[in-house]
Nanobody, 119 residues
Framework: QVQLVESGGGLVQAGGSLRLSCGVS????????MAWFRQAPGKEREFLAR????????YHADSVKGRFTVSRDNAKDIVYLQMNSLKPDDTAVYYC????????????WGRGTQVTVSS
C-alpha cells in the first residue's frame, strides 16, 4: 500500500505562484510513476503532469506546460508541483496519484488540496 498526502494549496491572486507537495509513505519503493491531477467543480478530472519515481523524463500536459513543473525529492519521499503564473481557471482541487510497477493505472490517490486563484 501507498499513502499520499497533498499540502500547499490555498488562495492566491492571479499571476501568483504556489508549490504543492505530495508526501509519500508506505511501499514507496514499488512506485513506478507519480502524477498530479486536478478537478474543478462541474468538470472532469484533468491530468497535469507525471514523473517517474526513479530516473526518467517528466511529462506535462499542454494546458500547463511552461507554467507548472513537477519534481521529486526521493530522499524525502516528496513530489512537488510548482505552479507559476496562476490563472482563475486553475482553481480546482489538486490530487497526487501513484502507479506501481505492477499496475497499469494510478491506483493510489491523496485526498487533494484546494487551490483557489482570485482575479
Amino acid at each position: 500500500q501507498v499513502q499520499l498526502v497533498e499540502s500547499g494549496g490555498g488562495l492566491v491572486q492571479a499571476g501568483g505562484s504556489l508549490r504543492l507537495s505530495c508526501g509519500v509513505s508506505g511501499r514507496a519503493s514499488s512506485i513506478y510513476l507519480m502524477a498530479w491531477f486536478r478537478q474543478a467543480p462541474g468538470k472532469e478530472r484533468e491530468f497535469l503532469a507525471r514523473i517517474p519515481w526513479g530516473s526518467g523524463w517528466t511529462y506535462h500536459a499542454d494546458s500547463v506546460k511552461g507554467r507548472f513543473t513537477v519534481s521529486r525529492d526521493n530522499a524525502k519521499d516528496i513530489v512537488y508541483l510548482q505552479m507559476n503564473s496562476l490563472k482563475p481557471d486553475d482553481t480546482a482541487v489538486y490530487y497526487c496519484a501513484a502507479r506501481l510497477q505492477s499496475q497499469t493505472d494510478y491506483k493510489f490517490w491523496g485526498r487533494g488540496t484546494q487551490v483557489t486563484v482570485s482575479s
